[in-house]
């Protein structure tokens, strides 16, 4: 079974803080996401990675960086976290472009 | 516009059948997935279709047709635990492009 985790389930950091999500997938996957989800708006893409240092600008990346050092694990940087980065993040991998994406369990950050 | 659009919410009744519907934008595209997703949780992936056509898995079906840009999946013979949210998603441009979900609650 693909497995994909994150660090964290629920977060709580301040304003202007710098904020550390990581994700870790086991199945040797060339494809790494980071999204944000949030209500009336849905699944929205910040960044993805096709490879190992390799990463493209989702939809939304103003305020967002990532870094892929390894293949198995994609992290997602809030260099100074706002109020409006309050949201559910979800990760997720997949085998190549149109294969099915595995999501991980949320982090569900609240920036005060 | 709108790259992708569906229903925001729809109800239906335990037993019965909801068809929930997804329309596209059809430049670049590749394919289309359904995911399921509870509340609280992660999405999970029910299927892709690239062809035309209807796909059947067991109580779910996904139909596809890509001249119109349009897509449906099919729930048969509803069941409690189906209440939950139904994301369409279009593969386009090597970009996967989410739609906002469909929330579904069921009856009893």
């Known amino acids: 079974d693909v497995k994909v985790t994150q660090s964290s389930r629920y977060l709580v950091k301040r304003t202007g803080e710098k904020v550390f999500l990581e994700c870790v997938q086991d199945?040797?996957?060339?494809?790494m996401f980071w999204y944000r989800q949030d209500p009336g708006l849905g699944l929205r893409l910040i960044y993805f990675?096709?490879?190992?240092?390799?990463?493209e600008k989702g939809d939304i990346p103003e305020g967002y960086s990532v870094s892929r050092e390894k293949k198995e694990r994609f992290s997602l940087i809030l260099e100074s976290a706002s109020t409006n980065q309050t949201s559910m993040y979800l990760c997720?991998?997949?085998?190549?472009?149109?294969?099915?994406?595995?999501f991980g369990p949320g982090t569900r950050l609240t920036v005060l | 516009g709108q790259y992708i659009d569906q229903p925001t919410e729809m109800t239906a009744t335990e037993g019965a059948i909801v068809q929930i519907n997804c329309t596209y934008q059809?430049?670049?595209?590749?394919?289309l997935f359904w995911y399921q997703q509870h509340a609280g949780e992660a999405p999970t992936f029910l299927s892709y279709?690239?062809?035309?056509g209807l796909e059947e898995k067991g109580r779910f079906s996904s139909f596809l047709s890509r001249s119109k840009g349009y897509s449906y999946l099919l729930l048969k013979e509803l069941q409690m635990k189906d209440s939950a949210s139904y994301l369409c998603?279009?593969?386009?441009?090597?970009?996967?492009?989410f739609g906002k979900g469909t929330r579904l609650h069921i009856l009893p």
């Open positions: 998603a279009s593969f386009r441009d090597d970009k996967i492009i």
């Open positions: 279709n690239v062809l035309d």
């Open positions: 059809t430049s670049g595209f590749n394919g």
């Open positions: 199945m040797d996957h060339e494809n």
């Open positions: 990675s096709y490879d190992v240092k390799m990463k």
């Open positions: 997720a991998s997949s085998l190549g472009d149109n294969n099915e994406q595995f």
